[in-house]
């Protein structure tokens, strides 16, 4: 069986008090808890795409030394709840040689691709939805309806600039997909198994615990993985989908209102998505620094808040290199992924295993430290 | 509880959507019908207990074939391609016409009277091995109208990447059964092995089929299966 939250949360006493407000019904309860936990994570995880927005214009403004967004609210905050409204309030156009089914399909699909993966996104140890035995290919699997998202976005709007863009978006993100897969199956490989539980369980709080300082190959390979996931984010240097300079804005340049709210959205909340998995993978998740005891409520909930720090400040470096670096062209786009980060990754995967077998399992750290 | 809501939304998303690649005339919708039944089948698979092929089919599928479908109606004209082929269903001019339909239908009639027969003798061997044992009946019969609107596809309609469709979903049918017998009557991993298999070989299948399609299309400028009736150009 799957660790849930539920099976998590059982074992606590007040599970019990729960169980008999609901009269034993043990199935209702779990609904209960699964929607509300749902519900949290799924404002949660808006609330971040919206404050993504808003700390990009800042950020950017900060390293092109404007000022940024600052009329609304204190320092401009409540500006992403103006944005919003605006959203909301804008008439909904559609191009009249537009395919509908498809047109209305397209931000849908890249929404549930999305929130779909925040199911098994590890929070702390014990606050995961569901920690699957296959956690993060589900997520790489689940996370590719975004790129059938952009592909008919793209084909939807019967533009030229989406088509452009949506064919660059669906050929960037599967070719991406490679790199990133293969970097996060060196990690599967140190780890032993695919559940977010046991990747972090392999992993202390402190960074020479961290799977990114195992061994030179698994740092390389957070780096490969880095780089991918920008590029399966269209984010820049990769944004070529959008290119606002050549394409208008790419795949959603005829989408208005809060259609086109939806794409951004979801992109926001896959950075974040992508920057957590990066945390929990190469960079120790939710480990706390300090040995204190795991399975209590208030550890899980400061274990959560270290997790949210670490893809924060990932987070914070995506944006800082959107607004550092030029963007590449489509030939070169595809050098990258195919003539180095490949090769790179699938050197990193065989160098991870042979790593595992000459040094029998241990870290760098174990290894100059003289720890067994 | 949960697990019957999601066995029947999700058998209800497959056989519905598997219907609707077989009637919908525009073949970019028919790839984003194949693409809710695939992920209909990989609930299926979910609720069977085979959570890693479950994921492989959407990783495979959804990531890898649909989006190179999807590739391949747009690099081969799209929905707007002109046939010389007549249309009697007033239907699109891919999409067949009544004779080829009947012919479908009959075909794929006498396959499901072949495989009830087989799967009765299955279900007698089965039910004397392991008694108590449910058998997957509800199962079978989503794979054998998934089956059957393959072959039905695979016939009636000219559209080469249709038949592709047809052929993806004739494919599922059969990954399906591997994994409903291997839940209910052996109680191992073999077939959730085959059904990993045959979701492989689809993706190469898909891989090598378009490449052929681009290339027909780039020297006939259709893609109606009766242009295809000579070995070279």
Redesign the interface.
């Known amino acids: 069986m799957n660790q849930t939250l539920v099976s998590y949360l059982s074992q606590y006493e007040f599970y019990d008090h729960l169980l008999a407000l609901f009269r034993g019904n043990q199935g209702l309860l779990a609904f209960t808890i699964y929607l509300l936990f749902a519900l949290a994570i799924v404002g949660l995880c808006a609330t971040i795409g919206g404050l993504g927005t808003y700390a990009e214009r800042k950020i950017s403004a900060d390293l092109q030394q404007r000022i940024g967004p600052n009329r609304v609210g204190p320092y401009g905050i409540l500006q992403m709840l103006a944005d919003g409204v605006k959203m909301m309030t804008k008439e909904d156009i559609m191009p009249f040689t537009a395919d509908k089914f498809l047109f209305y399909l397209a931000p849908m699909l890249c929404l549930v691709g999305v929130f779909a993966t925040l199911a098994v996104l590890p929070w702390s140890s014990g606050l995961i939805m569901a920690d699957l035995n296959v956690g993060i290919f589900y997520l790489v699997a689940i996370s590719s309806l975004v790129g059938v998202g952009v592909f008919l976005g793209g084909y939807a709007s019967n533009s030229k600039w989406s088509m452009l863009g949506g064919m660059r978006g669906a050929s960037q993100i599967i070719s991406y997909e490679i790199p990133v897969t293969i970097s996060i199956l060196a990690i599967v490989l140190l780890a032993g198994g695919m559940s977010f539980g046991t990747i972090l369980s392999h992993q202390g709080g402190l960074p020479h615990q961290w799977f990114v300082f195992h061994n030179p190959f698994s740092f390389i390979a957070f780096f490969v993985y880095s780089v991918g996931a920008l590029a399966e984010t269209n984010r820049a240097p990769f944004d070529l989908p959008e290119a606002e300079s050549e394409l208008v804005s790419g795949y959603h340049t005829e989408y208005t209102g809060m259609r086109f709210g939806f794409f951004a959205l979801a992109e926001y909340i896959e950075v974040f998505v992508v920057c957590g998995v990066a945390a929990a993978l190469f960079l120790g998740g939710s480990n706390l620094p300090i040995p204190v005891q795991i399975d209590i409520l208030p550890t899980q909930l400061v274990g959560a808040i270290i997790f949210i720090t670490k893809a924060l400040l990932l987070y914070y470096v995506v944006i800082w290199i959107r607004w550092t670096l030029p963007r590449l062209r489509v030939d070169q786009l595809m050098s990258v992924c195919w003539k180095y980060l490949t090769p790179i990754a699938i050197f990193n995967l065989v160098g991870c295993a042979v790593w595992m077998v000459v040094f029998n399992g241990k870290s760098i750290a174990d290894l100059l430290l003289g720890h067994h | 509880?949960?697990i019957n809501f999601l066995f029947l939304s999700s058998a209800l998303l497959t056989v519905g959507c598997a219907i609707a690649v077989l009637v919908t005339k525009?073949i970019?919708?028919s790839c984003?019908f194949l693409?809710g039944s695939l992920l209909g089948v990989a609930g299926l698979y979910a609720t069977l207990g085979a959570?890693?092929v479950a994921?492989?089919q959407?990783?495979v599928y959804?990531?890898?074939i649909?989006?190179l479908m999807?590739?391949a109606v747009?690099l081969t004209g799209g929905k707007d391609f002109v046939s010389k082929a007549q249309n009697l269903l007033g239907l699109a001019p891919s999409m067949g016409n009544k004779w080829t339909y009947a012919i479908g239908i009959l075909v794929s009639i006498v396959f499901m009277l072949t495989n009830i027969k087989i799967i009765s003798a299955v279900i007698k061997t089965v039910e004397h091995k392991k008694t108590g044992t449910e058998f997957p009946s509800t199962v079978n019969q989503i794979s054998l109208i998934l089956f059957m609107t393959g072959l039905i596809v695979m016939i009636a309609r000219k559209n080469i990447v249709a038949i592709l469709l047809g052929i993806e979903l004739i494919l599922n049918a059969a990954a399906l059964n591997f994994v409903a017998y291997s839940k209910y009557s052996t109680n191992n991993l073999d077939g959730h092995i085959f059904s990993l298999f045959i979701i492989v070989i689809a993706a190469a299948e898909a891989a090598v089929g378009l490449a052929i399609v681009i290339r027909f299309f780039q020297i006939k400028e259709t893609i109606h299966i009766d242009e295809a009736t000579q070995l070279r150009n």
């Open positions: 509880m949960f525009n970019m919708h984003i693409l959570d890693f994921t492989a959407i990783m959804v990531g890898g649909v989006i999807l590739f747009m």
